[in-house]
């Protein structure tokens, strides 16, 4: 052992745990993909469900070069998200949602932005826990979109829209028949008692049938409405078969 070994294993002693140089694999799903791809460019990142950019600002920082496009459909939200990312050289925002197909929707609107969804039959027990109201949004697809934008490929692909993940996804599927999208991080139910996400088995089987697999499981969330110790949701992100045989 070398002295710099011997160091660390006294200091892990004196306060009782383990000294890493990064966080341990399923912490962080970019610094994951860092890691694992570090040559890799981030040249296109799409932000779904931005809410009011807590995702959007650090993805601005730690990729300064990549076109960072964020959709966030309620007029209140949007606008908070608008502000926040006012110094974001290198981010679009536009006022719509993404799902299967280009269309007009009532979509709830929660006090709690972050819960806010396009979700049909949401739970009772959600709607109760803020003030909701209904709101007229327009809703486009990630294929036409990037059609329409001149997008070629997407490297990351994020989505956080409450239990309409995988109606986002649906409107990429041609873009994810021809691996157009390098990676994918959705959310997915976890409990089959929860009946606002999507269960975790829908979603893998979709993706794998377009060609993906799963990199890893993140941001694992228990059921914070009983209070019951059961996994509620987490965050799954899914990698390419064409980029995971390179």
């Known amino acids: 052992m070398g002295i710099k070994s011997g160091i660390r294993v006294i200091i892990e002693k004196l306060i009782g745990r383990k000294i890493?140089?990064?966080?341990?694999?399923?912490?962080s799903p970019l610094d994951d993909l860092v890691f694992r791809f570090p040559n890799?460019?981030?040249?296109?990142?799409?932000?779904?469900?931005?809410n009011i950019g807590q995702s959007a600002v650090p993805f601005s920082t730690r990729f300064p070069k990549?076109?960072?496009?964020?959709?966030?459909?309620?007029?209140?939200?949007?606008?908070?998200?608008?502000?926040?990312?006012r110094h974001c050289k290198?981010?679009?925002?536009?006022?719509?949602?993404?799902?299967?197909?280009?269309?007009?929707?009532?979509?709830?609107s929660m006090k709690n932005s972050d819960m806010s969804t396009l979700k049909a039959g949401s739970?009772?027990?959600?709607?109760?826990?803020?003030?909701?109201?209904?709101?007229?949004?327009?809703?486009?697809?990630?294929?036409?979109?990037?059609?329409?934008?001149?997008?070629?490929?997407?490297?990351y692909l994020k989505i956080d829209t409450e239990g309409y993940d995988l109606e986002v996804i649906k409107g990429g599927k041609e873009m994810l028949d021809?691996?157009?999208?390098?990676?994918?991080?959705?959310?997915?139910?976890?409990?089959?008692?929860?009946?606002?996400?999507v269960p975790l088995?829908?979603?893998?089987?979709?993706?794998?049938?377009?060609g993906y697999s799963l990199?890893?499981?993140?941001?694992?969330?228990?059921?914070w409405i009983t209070q019951k110790p059961i996994l509620r949701r987490s965050n799954l992100l899914f990698i390419s078969d064409k980029m995971a045989n390179k």
């Open 20 to 27: 890493v140089k990064r966080h341990p694999f399923g912490v």
């Open 40 to 50: 890799y460019p981030f040249e296109v990142i799409f932000d779904v469900g931005a």
């Open 66 to 85: 990549s076109r960072i496009y964020c959709f966030e459909p309620i007029a209140r939200t949007f606008a908070t998200l608008s502000q926040n990312l």
């Open 90 to 108: 290198n981010v679009e925002s536009y006022q719509m949602a993404l799902g299967a197909i280009r269309s007009e929707k009532v979509m709830t």
């Open 123 to 155: 739970d009772t027990d959600m709607l109760a826990s803020g003030e909701a109201r209904t709101e007229i949004i327009k809703v486009d697809t990630i294929s036409e979109f990037c059609g329409r934008h001149h997008i070629k490929r997407i490297s």
């Open 178 to 197: 021809r691996s157009e999208i390098d990676f994918v991080e959705l959310e997915a139910g976890m409990n089959p008692k929860n009946k606002l996400h």
């Open 201 to 210: 088995e829908e979603i893998k089987e979709y993706m794998e049938n377009h």
């Open 215 to 223: 990199f890893g499981i993140y941001e694992q969330v228990q059921e």
